[in-house]
């Protein structure tokens, strides 16, 4: 059977920070939710571009050279090899879309607080 995906839905399940949940995936793609606040790490994803999608709140997508504001409805691509990092000053939304293969922490050890464990359904 063919279920819909309710975004809201799914998001009302958890309020944990920084922990991507999947909630599909299509060739070779994972659909990731997760809710961020604060900065996390410095980080790349050597082997994978990685697309961030804003669904409820605002976001800052800090790179070394610059950095990108993105509110509701705005998304960004991240080219594979990029350093960045995502700041919240208040909780926002994300939907993530990346290959299955990527580690969620990309190339940089975490502290506890922002540790995403892969292949977290909800």
């Known amino acids: 059977m063919i279920d819909k995906i309710n975004i809201d839905e799914k998001f009302g399940k958890f309020t944990d920070h920084w922990r991507p949940k999947i909630v599909s995936e299509l060739n070779g793609q994972e659909f ?5 606040k604060g900065e996390y790490p410095w980080h790349a994803h050597a082997d994978a571009d990685e ?11 800090e790179f070394r050279s610059h950095t990108v504001d993105l509110k509701a409805g705005e998304a960004i691509v991240v080219p594979k090899g990029v350093e960045h990092r995502p700041v919240a000053d208040n909780e926002a939304e994300i939907f993530l879309i ?3 293969s990527l580690n969620n922490n ?4 975490v502290d506890e607080k922002y540790d995403a464990p892969n292949n977290v359904w909800i």
């Open 98 to 100: 990346e290959p299955k």
């Open 32 to 36: 990731k939710l997760v809710k961020i």
């Open 51 to 61: 697309m961030f999608f804003v669904w409820k709140g605002e976001i800052m997508l």
């Open 106 to 109: 990309g190339d940089t050890d």
